[in-house]
């Protein structure tokens, strides 16, 4: 009896890693992105040796100019990261998601640090590895960072890339190496950043849809 339950468990683990695989991995790597989108090359993926890779995506209804205001102050002691503040501050970090653009935050330029969770000191910091205003944002760990400095590959990134399309906006997130790989990993971030895209587009779309009104 034993042997089989533990035939049958054995079984069961197999079916679950094969349907994580074939099914629920390669949806949430690529979760609202077409495959033209997901195969691309975009800014920051030079700088990576390689690993796994996952881009997420949605539409905006606002330009560039609308959305980047949005994505400059991100950070833990900025505007946040527009995602599931409680749950982030359950693992420490003081996380306050703001609801409008703040002016004093949109100064960031390439070496600023961009805090996850200052209690965690490098750990909990990424650093700004390349940007555009109203193009892409690059970030990667401090170490990463050092590396790409010396000029040699980081081991993983995580940026932002802003697409025109008519008056809209695609607005996509790009992870390159890093834990990626890692199921528990993938998993988490996949709830969290796609919450953060759609953080983002209601408040893009809210601020547009608030200044339209104001004009007419």
């Known amino acids: 009896m034993n042997r089989y339950r533990a035939v049958v468990a054995g079984t069961a683990a197999a079916a679950l890693v094969i349907a994580y695989r074939t099914r629920l991995r390669p949806w949430i790597y ?31 209804d606002a330009g560039p100019e609308d959305v980047w205001p949005w994505l400059a102050q991100i950070g833990e002691d900025r505007g946040g990261f527009y995602s599931y503040s409680g749950l982030e501050r359950a693992v420490g970090a003081d996380i306050h998601n703001a609801t409008t653009v703040h002016p004093e935050w949109q100064d960031l330029a390439v070496g600023d640090t961009v805090w996850l969770a200052r209690r965690g000191g490098d ?21 990463d960072y050092a590396r790409v ?13 802003l697409k025109p399309t008519g008056t809209g906006t ?20 996949f709830v969290m950043e796609r919450r953060m895209l759609l953080g ?9 849809a608030w200044s339209a009104g104001r004009s007419a």
Do not use: C
């Open 30 to 60: 690529r979760w609202g992105a077409t495959h033209e989108e997901s195969v691309a090359g975009l800014p920051g993926d030079e700088l990576v040796a390689g690993g796994a890779r996952t881009t997420r995506a949605v539409t905006i």
């Open 170 to 189: 695609r607005l996509l997130a790009r992870g390159n190496g890093g834990y990626g790989g890692n199921v528990l990993y993938d998993i988490v971030h």
């Open 149 to 161: 400095q010396r000029g040699e590959k980081a081991s993983g990134s995580w940026s932002f890339h």
């Open 200 to 208: 983002v587009r209601e408040r893009a779309e809210r601020a547009t």
């Open 123 to 143: 750990r909990g910091r990424q650093v700004v590895a390349a940007l555009e205003p109203k193009s892409h944002l690059v970030l990667m760990s401090p170490d």
